[in-house]
Structures are given as structure tokens and as C-alpha cells.
């Protein structure tokens, strides 16, 4: 079982390591859109978690794994108090869906501070008594997804709980690459797909791994790639990070002298997403969805690692 589950990132890369979803819920349409487009056979519930009734869905019943690739948490004095709280009512609620789900194993993705900054240390106590009463065993730990192949430097906050008897089998997934894939490497092919001459030119400078990516706020402004420090590191890639583009550059595009846009495919790419991989919706819309998303092969990762210790 999946909740938030966004654009469903987290739910592929799992699928990929043999977990086959029994729902999935969000209570965005948009993402709800986008998962029931491309995996017509999933239960896709559109809810609020916080408003969610276990006992009204009995396929909850016995499950192997519950997920969470939570709303970002952010820390209250960054942001307004309202939003932080939505967020941390979202965090505390998906723990509490054990208490009815008893999933076997129960993973959470969010933001590397979680793991150990002092502003978080009320949420983690409340989590540790949660769990410890209900059974479970639990490690936080924090993965870099560019150590799993996908071309961007996103750290990952996770929470791996599995029940007593399934938890000294469990392992932390170890990196699959042993060289982070750059920019130019993961998008080379798709920035010269319409003829554009630079095309190998922009990949030889593009030789770092991208930026975060972050989906912004669905209450604020468009579309782009992330705060100032992160544009500028866009920009030593020969890229505009200030908005997306509609399409990747044409043979008539100069471009060797200026910054270029990359589109939300481009973007899904930095995020590993497979190709088929379809997203609903306006271009700000799909790129939020994109950025807000867990990369799959983390997921895959996580995944075989909870199956490992769930078979042992």
C-alpha cells in the first residue's frame, strides 16, 4: 500500500522489486490522473491521507509493505507554521496508519534532516514510541539517489520499520554505480533528438550530476529548477534554470553562447523515470509532479532490500 503516492516513483521503483500495490492514494487529481494513466490495473484512491478510513478498504488487510514519499517537511523557522504543520501531520498520520494497516515493513522517504537535525527530534520520538509499541524495529539512514544511477544529487531521509522477527535480516541498499551518471551523459541523446548541432557540444560541458530537482509549491508561481544557488549550478552546465521549455532545441537554435532550457521529459530523465513513463496535466503541473517525486531505481532499491529481509 501506497500513500501519497505523487506521480508514483516511489510505487514503480517498489513494482520493480516484485511489490505489487494494493492501493494507492493521493489526494491530488492530477497525480491520481497520471498513476491510473499508466497502471490502468491499479487502485487508485483519490483522498486525503488525514481523512483516510482503514477499515472501509478491507484489500488493507494484509499487506507486506506500506509506503509514504511524504510532502517534504521543512523546518518552522523557514517557512509559515501552517504549512509546516500540514506536513507533520501528514508524517505522524502514516505512522498511525499502521496501527490499522500492521503492515509487515513500513518505509518512509522525506527530507535528509529528518534522519538526525535537532528540530526534528520531537517528530523522531514520537515515531520511536509509535513503532516500538506496535512491534516494530526501525532505522533511519540518508541515500544519495546518485548513488543509484540516477543523474542528480538528491539525498533521501528514509525510515525502514519491519517487525521484530523480519529486522536483523534487513540491510541497507548499497550504491549500484560506481560513477554518477552526469547531465550531459543523461540527456545528450534527448537534446540533439530535433537536429540541434550544439548538442554534443552542451554534453561535453554538462559534466556533473544535476542539481536537487524541487516541484515548488502548488500555491506559488511556475515552473523552474530550484533557489538561486541551485540556477547557478544549472547554469555552469550551460543551463537556464529561471523556467522550462516547451520543446528541446531545433537545428536553428544558436544556443552556443547562452543558456538553454531543458522540458519536463528532460526533467523526468534527471529523475530516472523510464520513457513510457507518462505525466498528466499542463507542463507546470507534470514538472511539479516530477519534482515532488521519489526516483524509481531508490525505490527498487529500498524495495529488494525490504523483500530480502521479509524472505529470510
Not at 522517504?109 to 520511536?128: M, S, Y
Request: charged share 25%.
Amino acid at each position: 500500500m501506497d500513500v501519497c503516492a505523487g506521480a508514483g516513483g516511489l510505487a514503480l521503483g517498489l513494482e520493480q522489486a516484485g511489490f505489487d500495490p494494493v492501493l494507492l492514494l493521493d489526494r491530488k487529481p492530477v497525480a491520481c490522473e497520471t498513476l491510473r494513466l499508466n497502471r490502468p490495473a491499479w487502485k487508485v484512491l483519490e483522498m486525503d491521507l488525514l481523512e483516510f478510513v482503514p477499515d472501509e478498504h478491507p484489500e488493507t488487510y494484509d499487506v507486506d509493505l506500506l509506503s509514504a514519499g511524504l510532502p517534504r517537511v521543512k523546518s518552522s523557522a523557514t517557512v509559515a507554521r501552517a504549512e509546516t504543520e500540514e506536513e507533520l501531520r501528514l508524517l505522524e498520520a502514516a505512522v498511525l496508519l499502521t496501527h490499522s494497516v500492521q503492515p509487515r515493513a513500513l518505509l518512509i522517504e522525506n527530507v535528509p534532516g529528518l534522519v538526525d537535525a535537532p528540530e526534528f527530534e520531537t517528530v523522531r520520538e514520537f515515531i520511536r514510541k509509535e513503532l516500538e509499541h506496535l512491534g516494530y524495529r526501525f532505522r533511519w539512514f540518508v541515500l544519495n539517489a546518485a548513488d543509484f544511477g540516477v543523474p542528480q544529487d538528491r539525498k533521501q531521509g528514509v525510515l525502514v520499520a519491519l517487525k521484530k522477527q523480519y529486522f536483523d535480516s534487513f540491510r541497507q541498499p548499497v550504491p549500484t554505480v560506481t560513477e554518477h551518471v552526469p547531465v550531459g551523459r543523461a540527456l545528450g541523446h534527448s537534446m540533439a533528438a530535433r537536429g540541434w548541432p550544439h548538442a554534443d557540444a552542451w554534453a561535453a560541458r554538462a559534466l556533473s550530476v544535476a542539481p536537487t530537482l524541487v516541484g515548488g509549491s502548488d500555491n506559488r508561481g511556475g515552473a523552474d529548477l530550484g533557489p538561486t544557488g541551485t540556477k547557478k549550478a544549472w547554469a555552469r552546465m550551460g543551463v537556464n534554470g529561471g523556467a522550462l521549455a516547451d520543446d528541446v532545441p531545433g537545428p536553428d537554435f544558436d544556443g552556443a553562447s547562452g543558456l538553454i532550457k531543458i522540458t519536463d521529459s528532460q526533467a523526468a530523465l534527471l529523475q530516472a523515470f523510464p520513457t513510457d513513463w507518462r505525466f498528466t496535466g499542463r507542463k507546470t503541473a507534470r514538472y511539479r509532479q516530477i519534482g515532488h517525486a521519489s526516483p524509481p531505481p531508490v525505490g527498487k532499491a529500498l524495495g529488494m532490500a525490504i523483500a530480502d529481509a521479509l524472505r529470510a
